[in-house]
């Protein structure tokens, strides 16, 4: 079984650009999540989607991120524009049930940020 | 925040049990102990989780103490690829789904 792919795996920016991820979840998971991971910290959550609904977007800075998830299948995340504290790594994972709850997560590899 | 508490830091010799504890005092009835753990420049894994009994699995066991305040992740024979970040999270049915991660504890296997 295919795990949860994501691309880039590195982006350099300056700030003020924008960039934008790809995740790809487990074929057949109704939930996906996106991450935050700042080195030293453990991951924060930015948005959850249940299947194409957002579920918890409370962490995500709208002013400049934004998240969609077409279909229910794929996901992007956007950041625009980007600020030094910004850097850092995103991690994208997936859950089989609609709802969350206490289902497994499986995480991808992460795309690492780094604004100069 | 994370509402559990773990050591930042462990060492263990390759070949033996590395036992990583975890305090969750203010867990609530409905909630399970997860653990992942997040080797160098990966994503987090699965490891295993328990709602009151002892579970094990291919990877793990995890002890939860009767009044489900702690619990203890054992690595029976750990091995260099068993050096990562370990997390324990109390994660119930009735929140959304999202992981509160906190800071974990880096476990080192040294040979």
């Known amino acids: 079984e295919a795990g949860v792919a994501q691309s880039p795996r590195y982006k350099i920016i300056e700030k003020r650009q924008s960039v934008a991820f790809w995740c790809n979840p487990i074929s057949g998971h109704a939930t996906l999540y996106w991450y935050q991971q700042i080195l030293g910290q453990g991951p924060k959550l930015l948005i959850q989607?249940?299947?194409?609904?957002?579920?918890?977007d409370s962490q995500l800075p709208k002013d400049r991120f934004s998240a969609e998830r077409l279909k229910g299948v794929d996901s992007t995340l956007k950041i625009q524009p980007a600020k030094l504290e910004d850097s850092a790594v995103y991690l994208c994972?997936?859950?089989?049930?609609?709802?969350?709850?206490?289902?497994?997560?499986?995480f991808g590899p992460g795309t690492r940020l780094t604004v100069l | 925040d994370a509402k559990t508490t773990q050591p930042p830091s462990m060492d263990c010799a390759e070949g033996r049990a590395a036992n990583l504890p975890c305090n969750h005092s203010?867990?609530?009835?409905?909630?399970?102990v997860y653990w992942y753990r997040q080797i160098h420049s990966q994503g987090p894994q699965y490891i295993i989780h328990?709602?009151?009994n002892n579970e094990t699995n291919e990877m793990a066991s995890l002890i939860i103490t009767e009044d489900r305040k702690s619990s203890t992740l054992i690595l029976p024979h750990a091995t260099l690829r068993d050096t990562a970040v370990y997390y324990c999270?109390?994660?119930?049915?009735?929140?959304?789904?999202?992981?509160?991660f906190g800071q974990g504890t880096t476990l080192q296997v040294k040979p």
């Open positions: 328990g709602l009151k």
């Open positions: 989607f249940q299947n194409n609904g957002v579920v918890d």
């Open positions: 994972a997936s859950s089989q049930l609609a709802g969350g709850g206490t289902d497994t997560q499986y």
């Open positions: 203010t867990i609530s009835g409905n909630e399970y």
């Open positions: 999270i109390d994660h119930g049915s009735s929140n959304t789904g999202k992981l509160i």
